[in-house]
């Protein structure tokens, strides 16, 4: 119902990002569905940057410190 109504106004609905955190042998594995662009801080306040690589999956290597990331639209 909520489709057929958003075709009859003409509304585009944008679905949010999915990201994906998984374990890997060389780090962490990072993956997101949607548009959006990859950030990280080392605080989860901030302040949040750009990832240096915006490549969809990536591995991001394990340092022992902490790094927070999320998928900015």
Not at 13 to 38: C, D, F, H, Q, Y
Not at 46 to 66: F, H, K, L, R, Y
């Amino acid at each position: 119902v909520d489709a057929a109504i958003n075709w009859a106004l003409n509304i585009t609905v944008v679905e949010p990002a999915k990201m994906i955190a998984s374990r890997s042998a060389n780090g962490m594995a990072i993956s997101w569905s949607g548009s959006g662009t990859l950030q990280q801080a080392d605080t989860v306040a901030g302040p949040w940057g750009d990832a240096p690589s915006q490549s969809n999956p990536q591995t991001v290597t394990v340092t022992g410190g902490t790094r927070f990331y999320r998928v900015r639209q």
